[in-house]
Every structure is written in C-alpha cells, then in structure tokens.
C-alpha cells in the first residue's frame, strides 16, 4: 500500500464511451499529480493541482480529457469519447511521506489502466 | 523542456552478475534527479534520488547511482544482482517547479 489509492484498477471499455478514474492521494499533502503510462514508456506528466486549484496541464490532455479536485482532497480523471490511443495506465502521485518526504518526492498510487476496445 | 535518455531497453542478466544502466538528461544547471522501479504487478517505488553534495548516491536494496554534471548523466549500478531485481527501471528529472520527466525505463530480467 503506497497510501496513495487508485480506483478502478482496472477498466475496459467501447470506444466512445465516458470513463472516470479517482485518486485519493497521502492526505496531509496539498499537491496532487496525474501521469499517464503507455505501453513501452515510461509515466508521462498529464496535469497538477494543488488543493482544488489545477495549475499545470500537459499538451497530452486534450479537451476530452477533464481533472478535478474538489475541496482539494481526492481527485477524478474523465475522459469523455474515449479512443483507442486512449488505452494506457493512469498513474496518480502525491509527495511521498517518511523518509521520501519532500516536495520533490513522488509517491505513485497502483494504476489505474484502461483498455479501449 | 528536459528529457531523459535511458539507453538499454532490454537487459538480461545472471545472478550475481553487475548492473550497470545508463541514463542521461538533457541539460544542466541544478538538477534534481531519480531511479524509480517498478517489479513486476507492483508500482513504482523510489529507488533513490541526488539533490545536492555527494553525487555517489546510496539507494534501497544495494543500488547507488553516481551523478556526472560533465556527463549529464545519472547511471545506476548494483555490484550483483539478484533474481528478485528482475523489474522495469526509470531514470526521471525534475523539471521546474513541480514535474517529473521520465526516461523509457529500462526492463531488467535476471536468471537464477
């Protein structure tokens, strides 16, 4: 258990249908990370909030893609139409804790990954 | 923007054997930098990460990695290996304030 959690692990769906994925991050922390895993890549940056603020997107997201963190605790990832480029892991991060404390230290939740069909 | 070059994709290895994986960023100035692993199933763990000082840096499970600025460049090595290193490994950088930029990741199987 990373302390960060991820659900749904795992979701397959039909291309052009909606899919939400929701992170609930190490809770004393205000900073929330979304990276997206591709087969033979390595985690790509999608987007960062800190508290309910997004303050940082990536070209990657395009407008099908929407984050929210309301109240600043836990977060959704929706991608609406989904294609099949879409199929990928989604990593969410949070700064780690302990001895990985520091604002420069990520702690990665499981995954969530997505196949479309 | 930064990026990461790892430069072995694939590595096979026998137990016992050193590991040496390249990893090189793009450009210099301060620098903030990472190995992450991931085993097979699991997610990503941090291996180890340079900030500042020594740049031969101690990590988790018998790995090091030593920071070249003349090199950009972060390898990571362990004297012998043993089966249970068998995973996928990630040289990241910071970028700005707040990202990480990660290279293709490396894939390590080791045979017993």
């Known amino acids: 258990d990373t302390g960060v959690s991820q659900n749904p692990r795992h979701k397959i769906t039909k291309r052009g249908q909606n899919v939400t994925f929701r992170c609930d991050p190490i809770?004393?922390?205000?900073?929330l990370y979304w990276y997206r895993q591709t087969l033979g890549q390595g985690p790509e940056f999608l987007t960062y909030f800190q508290n309910e603020a997004q303050l940082e997107k990536s070209r990657l997201l395009s407008d099908r893609f929407s984050a929210e963190r309301p109240k600043g605790s836990f977060s959704t990832l929706e991608i609406q139409r989904t294609e099949q480029g879409d199929s990928a892991m989604y990593l969410c991060?949070?700064?780690?804790?302990?001895?990985?404390?520091?604002?420069?230290?990520?702690?990665f939740g499981a995954g969530s990954r997505l196949t479309v069909l | 923007a930064q990026s990461v070059s790892q430069h072995n994709h694939h590595v096979i290895l026998s137990e016992a054997a050193s590991l040496e994986l390249g990893c090189n960023y793009s450009y210099g100035g301060t620098v903030n930098l990472f190995w992450y692993v991931q085993y097979p199933g699991q997610h990503l763990q941090l291996l180890l990460k340079y900030f500042s000082g020594d740049p031969l840096v101690k990590g988790i499970k018998g790995f090091e990695a030593e920071f070249i600025k003349s090199k950009f460049s972060f390898n990571l090595r362990k004297p012998s290996v043993q089966w249970s290193d068998t995973a996928e490994y990630f040289c990241a950088v910071k970028e700005g304030f707040q990202k990480l930029v990660f290279g293709t990741g490396t894939r390590l199987l080791v045979s017993p």
């Open positions: 809770s004393e922390h205000n900073r």
């Open positions: 991060a949070s700064p780690g804790t302990g001895i990985h404390s520091g604002a420069n230290v990520l702690t």
